[in-house]
T-cell receptor, first 112, second 120 residues
Framework: KQEVTQIPAALSVPEGENLVLNCSFT??????LQWFRQDPGKGLTSLLL?????REQTSGRLNASLDKSSGRSTLYIAASQPGDSATYLC???????????FGQGTTLQVKP | ETGVTQTPRHLVMGMTNKKSLKCEQH?????MYWYKQSAKKPLELMFV???????ENNSVPSRFSPECPNSSHLFLHLHTLQPEDSALYLC???????????????????FGSGTRLTVV
């Protein structure tokens, strides 16, 4: 059974820091991996999608990597800003119905 | 409108009420999903519809009844809910293809803003 774990559960950093969020999964047979952002009480906003054949994706200050063999993905946020404060969710797309399996998320607070 | 739209945004209902949640996607995707997000728990998949056919029911109680009349619309009919059903209900869509019986996601998921449900 595929399980997704995110570490740390919560993170507080001063503005301007570079930071790394971690995601691990137990079954390397995945189709793709997607990182989302969720603001309190809101829906999910897609940040980056990594296909299973890719190693990384970049969008602005965000960079996500994928290492299927070790069952890990990282989300790198450069030069963090207070507006980056949110919960970041990692999700694996697996199975023949394409369902998403989520981690519990990392709640990030960036202090001005 | 673009993306995935959910209505209502907030819903308060008694345990004997019947209500429905609505989801509409304007992306031309061929699969739609219902997820439940409870406090301090990971998002849980409830139902998957591919090409208007339900392909997965993740052991959801029968008091939740999904309906997918076409590829753009998805409903979740609610009746005789319990207080523990209070949660954020999220709809999502994606596009995928079928090759040799396996469904491969082409594009990532797009989520709606959710319906915050409170059962009193």
């Amino acid at each position: 059974k595929q399980e997704v774990t995110q570490i740390p559960a919560a993170l507080s950093v001063p503005e301007g820091e570079n930071l790394v969020l971690n995601c691990s999964f137990t079954d390397s047979a995945i189709y793709n991996l997607q990182w989302f952002r969720q603001d309190p009480g809101k829906g999910l906003t897609s940040l980056l999608l990594i296909q299973s054949s890719q190693r990384e994706q970049t969008s602005g200050r965000l960079n996500a990597s994928l290492d299927k063999s070790s069952g890990r993905s990282t989300l790198y946020i450069a030069a963090s800003q207070p507006g980056d404060s949110a919960t970041y969710l990692c999700a694996i797309i697996s199975g023949n119905t394409g369902k998403l399996i989520f981690g519990q998320g990392t709640t990030l607070q960036v202090k001005p | 409108e673009t993306g995935v739209t959910q209505t209502p945004r907030h819903l308060v209902m008694g345990m004997t009420n019947k209500k429905s949640l609505k989801c509409e996607q304007h992306l031309g995707h061929n699969a739609m999903y219902w997820y439940k997000q409870s406090a301090k728990k990971p998002l849980e998949l409830m139902f998957v519809y591919s090409l208007e056919e339900r392909v997965e029911n993740n052991s959801v109680p029968s008091r939740f009844s999904p309906e997918c009349p076409n590829s753009s619309h998805l409903f979740l009919h609610l009746h005789t809910l319990q207080p523990e059903d209070s949660a954020l209900y999220l709809c999502a869509s994606s596009q995928y293809s079928s090759t040799w019986g396996d469904l491969t996601v082409i594009y990532g998921y797009t989520f709606g803003s959710g319906t915050r449900l409170t059962v009193v």
